[in-house]
């Protein structure tokens, strides 16, 4: 009789638990129902990320609708950010800090990894009357600017997708785009063995006429010199300084007719297809940082 009633209590018992494990299941709710911001606060790998949302008052943003592309950085990411700022956490960054630092992470429409292509996106985060942007790279994997990885693709949420990364993302300035688009890496050298650097990070703002490492490469070929070795930091800063304007001029604002660069004036065309003094071709533009904007050009300017 003992042994029965025993049994009886053990089926009543494993009832109750399957019945509790059913409700459980009922009350979790699918990750295609979540938002943004919900599935950040579900997950614990993100509640350094869900910290400063809820500091930068952004939580309200990523719960409404819209389609967004979220590059959300792990509790790893955050925490090797603190140690490169030495500072121990977000308790130590304003919402002023923030803010920018995290809309650089999200774009306005929904991209998923397949639609994701190399090259440039722009990004919620503000700068100079603009977007900054952000480079994609998807020739292994999706890497943005250069050096951040994402890591797990597609997780597809009610207001858009998230796509998880190993590295937080910091506003770039124009040098720091440079840095980060290995067709610009002779211009950086020259930037760097010209001595321009501080003056190129520094609050500007500037618009820069970039050219590209083929465009360095026949200036090389036409003096006959193999590279940026070859040149003094003297003879590089008049022709680097000739590509830089000050103020940040986007494509839609550059008109034709003479404009002064900080080493003497240019003539730009917008017919037929814009150009720098008639034969250097801008190949892209509105390459946006937070100290100034870059246009693509075929062809160095000499002075």
Known sequence: MKKQTLTFGLIAMLGIFILTGCENEEEMTPVSDMTIAEYALSDDNFSILVQALTKAELVNVLNGEGNFTVFAPTNAAFTALFSQLEISGIADLTKEALTPILLYHVLGTEAKSSMITTGYYSTLSPAQGSYLSLKADVSSGVKLNKTTNVTTADVDVKNGVIHVIDKVLLPPSVVDQALANDSFSILVQA????????????????????????????????????????????????????????????????????????????????????????????????????NGVIHVINKVLLP
Do not use: C, W
């Open 191 to 290: 930037v760097v063995k010209a001595g321009l650097v501080e003056t190129l990070s520094g609050a500007g703002p500037f618009t820069i006429f970039a050219p590209t490492n083929a465009a360095f490469e026949t200036l090389f070929a036409a003096l006959g010199i193999s590279g940026i070795a070859d040149l003094t930091a003297e003879q590089l800063i008049p022709i680097l300084t000739y590509h830089v304007v000050s103020g940040n001029v986007l494509s839609t604002q550059l008109s034709a007719g003479t404009v002064e660069t900080l080493n003497g004036p240019i003539s730009v065309t917008l017919t037929p297809s814009p150009a720098i003094n008639t034969n250097s071709m801008i190949v892209a533009t509105d390459v946006q940082g937070s």
